[in-house]
């Protein structure tokens, strides 16, 4: 497992103390370097660099490595002096980018310098005592970064590294990054054709691919169904909205940062929608409803729009542009704890589904002391939230309470899936509202004729289609079970010459059965064929000789054995059914 650097104090100062190695090393290669920041990161540090004309190329880490550890061998020990702001701005007068950062300081803040060797460079601290103890290190990549993030400013180079205390741990963490890259849904997505993306598009607007809409359908129609026997609507509703929607919704006061600007079309003021529940509560608003009607279900698969800061795009896990699988549940009081359970026990019968087991629940709640972000009203958030608790423990769920991460109108449930590798990921969430169907003047008339108003339960159990794609690519390293595979079967003829016909009947009659199939009729050796076949994952390869023509069967092997199987069409078709059902 991946261990968090930066929340480890031990392995926090080791790498502090790696980065300030790395740039004496940098120094010693290149003496004209300036340096801005070395921050511990998640994954080790980094430091940014500016090399003027020079440029480090990731074949230049070894190289950098070497005086690292020729350094390192050297021993010196590391000192820690504290400087007067007059003082600090002498001592690093000739150095731009620490003028900078010490100009920023605060006049009451220490400051302080370590110094090791013939090197010295402003530091919060604490280092190690001596570079001796840093031996344990690699270099990881080099890219770019602009000065202060701002791509107004210069662009630096940031090195990448990360450093432990013995070789075992280093070598553990360096699997794990190469297991990592292996699973990388990016690099999945790129090699077999799921998604794509381009700059006359946009950052974080990923085209989805022939393959991933296959992918994305199946994602779909099996939700939809679980959803359907459950007794959703589901609805189709527009991608923006009015200004004025959001300021009802409470949205524009406590989201806006989050969405795209604002366009004005003949005096109309539109936004791209960034959730769907507005749009939701009208549809419930549409018509009277008797308590008899609840609950309603309102169901939809919608894309929608939010402001991702360019730095924290991701693939298809953080994008700007997304399709939820978003539900909105309409109740009466006596109806939450009911509909609640139901949500939850849908999350785990998917997650069962999907093979997903390493997961927990987080039960978000509202800061009490934060009367900006959260709706006053402490008997409804006090009712609000005892209910969901009610909920996890009539279900024997554990769970934990992260205080100040609800929505501003409810508390919310998340639960947060650890994937084969990386941080953990937020998939499914339901939040119990209490504020939305007040702001917009939502009913229902009890059993008694008087008017009442609903409580709202928003909910999403794949989260997005997008991130959950992103975590099934790399739990499943893009070996996709059957049902979900973009092409099911593959079929190679080992000779077109004498086996293509053959090949081409069996293709039809996989498609008229609603497989779906490739023909593989390339003129290309059949081991080169069937070698792609097990790189694209394919779960099922069918080869076709002579054989195979002259018993009216087929040979298939099924991705990831060695076993080559022969049967007749009829019974593989029987096989392919049971496994997809």
């Keep these: 497992m991946l261990k968090n650097i930066k929340e480890d104090s031990n392995l926090n100062i080791i790498n502090h103390s790696c980065a300030h190695l790395l740039a004496q090393a940098v120094k010693h290669l290149y003496p004209k370097a300036l340096f801005w920041v070395g921050p511990v990161i998640e994954e080790g540090f980094y430091y940014d660099i500016d090399l003027g004309a020079d440029v480090i190329k990731d074949t230049d880490l070894e190289k950098i490595e070497k005086e690292m550890k020729k350094i390192a061998k050297d021993g010196k020990r590391i000192y ?60 990881l990549k080099v890219s770019g970064a602009y000065f202060k993030g701002d791509s107004k400013n210069k662009m630096l180079q940031r090195i990448y590294g990360v450093c432990f205390e013995n070789e075992e741990d280093l070598k553990e963490h360096l699997n794990y ?151 909105h549940l309409f109740v009466t009081p006596e109806q939450i704890k009911d509909e609640f359970k139901q949500v939850v026990t849908l999350i785990l019968e998917v997650y069962k589904d999907f093979g997903i087991k390493n997961y927990k629940f987080r039960l978000s709640l509202r800061d009490k002391e934060d009367k900006e972000k959260y709706f006053d009203d402490d008997e409804m958030w006090n009712n609000a939230e005892n209910k969901l608790r009610e909920v996890l423990d009539e279900l024997k769920i554990p769970y934990f309470e992260a205080i100040g991460e609800a929505a501003f109108y409810g508390p919310k449930l998340d639960v947060e899936v650890k994937p084969a590798v990386g941080p953990e990921v937020t998939l499914s969430t339901c939040q119990l509202d209490f504020l939305l169907p007040r702001r917009f003047e939502l009913s229902y008339i009890d059993n008694n004729g008087d008017k009442q108003v609903p409580v709202v339960i928003h909910r999403a159990i794949f989260g997005t289609f997008d991130r959950f794609t992103a975590f099934i690519i790399e739990e499943t390293k893009g070996a ?54 097990v790189i694209k994952k394919y779960p099922y390869t069918l080869i076709l000789g002579q054989k195979e023509v002259d018993n009216n069967t087929i040979s298939y092997r099924k991705q990831g054995n060695e076993e080559t199987v022969t049967v007749s069409i009829d019974e593989f078709i029987n096989i392919i059914k049971k496994e997809i059902i």
């Design 177 to 327: 990054l190469e297991e990592a890259k292996l699973r990388d849904h990016r690099k999945i997505g790129k090699e077999q054709e799921i998604y794509m993306n381009h700059d006359l598009v946009g950052a974080g607007m990923p085209l989805w691919l022939p393959n991933g809409a296959i992918i994305r359908k199946q994602l779909e129609n099996y939700i939809y169904k679980k959803e359907n026997k459950l007794g959703y609507s589901h609805v189709y509703t527009p991608c923006v909205g009015t200004v004025d929607l959001y300021k009802t919704s409470g949205h524009w006061d406590h989201y806006k940062e989050n969405m795209f600007p604002m366009m004005k079309i003949d005096e109309e003021e539109f936004v791209l929608r960034p959730m769907n529940c507005p749009h939701h509560m009208l549809i419930y608003k549409n018509k009277l409803h008797s308590y008899r009607d609840l609950p309603i279900r309102i169901g939809e698969f919608a894309t929608d729009f939010r402001y991702e800061a360019s730095g924290a795009v991701k693939g298809l896990e953080r994008v700007r542009c997304m399709c939820q699988n978003d539900a």
């Design 80 to 139: 820690r002096e504290e400087l007067t702001k007059e003082e600090a701005l002498e001592r690093f007068k000739n150095d731009p980018y620490k003028i900078d950062l010490i100009n920023n300081m605060d006049n009451a803040t220490v400051i302080s310098c370590y110094t090791q060797g013939d090197f010295i460079d402003l530091c919060r601290g604490p280092h190690v005592d001596s570079v001796k103890l840093l031996k344990h290190f690699k270099l």
């Design 480 to 533: 996709f079970p059957t049902w979900l595979a973009p092409i099911q079967i593959n079929v190679i003829p080992v000779n077109n010459e004498f086996h293509l016909d053959y090949a081409k009947k069996i293709y039809s009659k996989l498609l008229e059965n609603n497989f779906r199939a490739n023909l593989d009729n390339r003129e290309e050796k059949v081991g080169y064929r069937m070698r792609e076949s």
